[in-house]
């Protein structure tokens, strides 16, 4: 979800009743959140106006944009699931749901050569590939079906 400090243009437009577009997001610069050891990659998927020159920082810290967005107009997006949690008693808005493109936000999963054989990144590798085996078999019986 996209958050802004509560004296932001677009939360003043918002609290007046007046509709927002995801245009208007353009006019802004936003703060982006760096994960892990991405080498320079921001948000790995976006709205298309998060990226590039529209950043105007880019953290590795989740917890430190609700604290920066209260002294700025800059947009920050925060995961929906723990936004309320994150912005606790600070002054900033929630913008719409609408106002974020699908899909919001996709996972990373950081794998290193010492962590090849920590049971956790086992059991979650185990995950992933009997899914894609899932939908792979799926596909193969809707194709079967259409033949």
């Not at 991405?38 to 106006?49: A, D, M, P, R």
């Not at 010492?114 to 899932?134: C, G, I, K, M, N």
Request: glycine residues 4%; proline residues 6%.
């Amino acid at each position: 979800m996209y958050v802004v400090r509560n004296t932001h243009p677009l939360a003043v437009k918002l609290r007046e009743g007046k509709q927002l577009k995801r245009s208007e997001l353009k006019n802004y610069r936003f703060i982006a959140v760096k994960y892990g050891y991405s080498e320079g990659k921001i948000t790995t998927e976006s709205s298309g106006f998060e990226e590039g020159s529209n950043i105007a920082i880019d953290t590795p810290y989740l917890l430190t944009v609700p604290h920066m967005l209260t002294q700025c107009d800059l947009i920050g997006r925060l995961p929906e699931s723990s936004v309320k949690e994150l912005i606790g008693n600070l002054p900033l808005t929630i913008l719409p749901k609408n106002m974020v493109a699908d899909p919001a936000w996709t996972p990373v999963f950081l794998w290193h050569d010492r962590t090849h054989f920590d049971p956790a990144h086992q059991w979650f590798r185990s995950v992933l590939l009997r899914s894609l085996e899932e939908k792979r078999a799926k596909k193969r019986q809707e194709s079967k079906k259409k033949s």
